[in-house]
Nanobody
Framework: QAQLVESGGGLVQPGGSLRLSCAASGLVLNYYSIGWFRQAPGKEREGVSYISKNGETTTYADDVKGRFTISRDNAKNTAYLQMDRLKPEDTGVYYC????????????????????WGQGIQVTVSA
């Protein structure tokens, strides 16, 4: 059974860092682009970042540019989201998702193009 599992979330102070991992099993991540999404309490899920199958193309939401870095290690079947200089407004449940066919323009909005989703992991930024 194919699945994505996020890890690395938790509680961090403003200005701190976290590194989220998205480990895939039952599917070969090479064949999928990866998106990271988040959902804050009372808000809709929003796209945070995207990375293409070969890692050459990345996309970021405007409010995380320069603070978050997406990467992947296809040999380990894992994708990552390095989050630095975290702010309270980054708080939410973070999800990774895998899409077989999606463009960088679609990646942060076309959630229906993602075939697999992780269960989500809580990130809380608070003093």
């Amino acid at each position: 059974q194919a699945q994505l599992v996020e890890s690395g979330g938790g509680l961090v102070q403003p200005g701190g860092s976290l590194r989220l991992s998205c480990a895939a099993s039952g599917l070969v991540l090479n064949y999928y682009s990866i998106g990271w999404f988040r959902q804050a309490p009372g808000k809709e899920r929003e796209g945070v970042s995207y990375i293409s199958k070969n890692g050459e193309t990345t996309t970021y939401a405007d409010d995380v540019k320069g603070r978050f870095t997406i990467s992947r290690d296809n040999a380990k079947n894992t994708a990552y989201l390095q989050m630095d200089r975290l702010k309270p407004e980054d708080t939410g449940v973070y999800y990774c998702a895998a899409a077989p066919w999606i463009t960088s323009i679609q990646a942060l909005v076309a959630v229906d193009l993602y075939d697999y989703w992780g269960q989500g992991i809580q990130v809380t930024v608070s003093a």
